[in-house]
């Protein structure tokens, strides 16, 4: 199965804030990341945390870490319409050489 | 530097023919990644290069499918024999030592 999860869509209203969640499975995580991909575009770097953190913040961008639960959220804060993209939860782990495994994204749709 | 540069940005071939891909990576980084994302799903990892030794393959790439660096720097991604269910987008990343993690644009490829 999946090592990495997400929801697979989430609605939000311009200016609200969004969260979107992400689990895995593999404790051995080193960091995790969260990327956004427009529309026949490749992936941008969003921000990431290294898996001794709890909180990353980022000016819009909030990264929360529950390593008991396995549980990585992002949260957009003003959420804008051009915040529309699926968004990918990835992690990395110390034996993988850089090898990354993602999740199968969380498509987020900003209405006004 | 421009970053991460993949050519072609699509690529419509018929089934049975060969296809050939080009990554050019940011220069100073020394790890480069091949990834394939089909629709709705997070980009999976292919193979992964540290200079120019392949170092791992994913049991993703089959016998059709190859790869080189052969300078440490450029790397192809070869597919024989085309199938339908090689349509996909094939991604490259960057890194020096896992970090600066860049993705391109990618190559979609189309077989009809």
């Known amino acids: 199965g999946e090592d990495v999860e997400q929801s697979l869509f989430l609605s939000v209203r311009e200016g609200d804030s969004s969260v979107i969640n992400c689990t895995y499975t593999d404790s051995s995580s080193t960091y995790l990341y969260w990327y956004k991909q427009e529309p026949g575009a490749g992936l941008q770097l969003l921000t990431y945390?290294?898996?001794?953190?709890d909180m990353k913040q980022d000016q819009r961008l909030t990264v929360l870490l529950n390593k008991k639960d396995k549980h990585l959220s992002l949260r957009i804060a003003d959420t804008q319409t051009g915040d529309s993209a699926i968004y990918f939860c990835a992690r990395m782990t110390t034996d993988s050489w850089g090898k990354l495994q993602f999740g199968a994204g969380t498509q987020v749709v900003v209405t006004p | 530097d421009t970053g991460v540069s993949q050519n072609p940005r699509h690529k419509i071939t018929k089934r049975g023919q060969n296809v050939t891909f080009r990554c050019d990576p940011i220069?100073?980084?020394?790890?480069l990644y091949w990834y394939r994302q089909t629709l709705g799903q997070g980009p999976e990892f292919l193979t992964y290069?540290?200079?120019?030794?392949?170092?791992?393959k994913s049991r993703l790439l089959s016998d059709r499918f190859s790869a080189e660096r052969p300078k440490g720097s450029f790397s192809t991604l070869e597919i024989q024999r085309t199938e339908q269910g090689d349509s996909a987008m094939y991604l490259c990343?960057?890194?020096?030592?896992?970090?600066?993690?860049?993705f391109g644009s990618g190559t979609r490829l189309t077989v009809v």
């Open positions: 945390i290294f898996s001794n953190m």
């Open positions: 290069f540290q200079n120019e030794a392949q170092l791992e």
């Open positions: 220069s100073e980084h020394n790890r």
């Open positions: 990343a960057s890194s020096f030592q896992g970090d600066g993690y860049t």
